[in-house]
């Protein structure tokens, strides 16, 4: 079982729906956890960091459940810009990162 | 199973070594990526391949830096005379098309 764990998708949604993605994760001990935004080929963005129970910053919300030992993203509104990978990292220390395979988000007119 | 392997998993080497670290693709994804997430930092792009068409290098840090796909499948990144600073995570990810990647565990880099 990888460390890690993320529903691939493809997500397709139409241009103005909510969607979720989870990652969980089997460390119980980890601290923060990141969601990136990856368009493939360009630098992935970081989106969202959550490091207790949540973090809201305008259409997306993440959301931490330590007893369950998963994150969330929620995207509201979507847009056709949303469309790409997003990618759950979780730092079980403060010397290591675990990455997720990606969830990829297609938004359609 | 169906997702991007990469080994190894972890690789300790002495400075001035060189190491090979291996990715290998989803079954017919024709683009792949690696990047690197070193301490402290954010993820890195280094490296592109897409297809038979030449690869876009432009995030490779130096010229000890190199990477090779063979038969548009598996994919090799070589360090050579490794250094500290080189120490990281070096992640893979392959994709079927311009959009949406599916990335590796990564491979950790420990440079002594």
């Known amino acids: 079982r990888k460390e890690v764990e993320q529903d691939p998708g493809p997500f397709n949604v139409p241009e103005g729906a909510t969607v979720a993605f989870n990652c969980t994760y089997s460390n119980s001990a980890s601290q923060s956890f990141f969601w990136y935004r990856q368009d493939c080929r360009k630098e992935p963005k970081l989106l969202m960091s959550?490091?207790?129970s949540g973090n809201e910053d305008g259409r997306f919300t993440a959301q931490l459940n330590r007893a369950s030992q998963y994150i969330s993203l929620l995207i509201r509104d979507s847009k056709l810009s949303d469309s790409a990978t997003y990618l759950c990292v979780v730092n079980p220390n403060n010397n290591d990162m675990r990455f997720g395979a990606g969830t990829r988000l297609t938004v359609k007119p | 199973g169906a997702g991007v392997s990469q080994s190894p998993s972890n690789k300790v080497t002495e400075k001035g070594k060189d190491v090979e670290l291996r990715c290998d693709p989803i079954?017919?994804?024709?683009?792949l990526y690696w990047y690197r997430q070193s301490l402290g930092q954010g993820l890195e792009f280094l490296i592109y391949f897409q297809g038979n068409s030449a690869p876009d290098k432009s995030g490779l840090p130096s010229d000890r830096f190199s990477a090779e796909r063979t038969g548009g499948s598996v994919s090799t990144l070589t360090i050579q005379r490794t250094q500290q600073e080189d120490s990281a995570v070096y992640l893979c990810?392959?994709?079927?098309?311009?959009?949406?990647?599916?990335f590796g565990s990564g491979t950790r880099l420990t440079v002594v």
């Open positions: 990810a392959s994709s079927p098309d311009s959009r949406g990647c599916t």
């Open positions: 079954s017919g994804h024709t683009a």
């Open positions: 959550v490091y207790s």
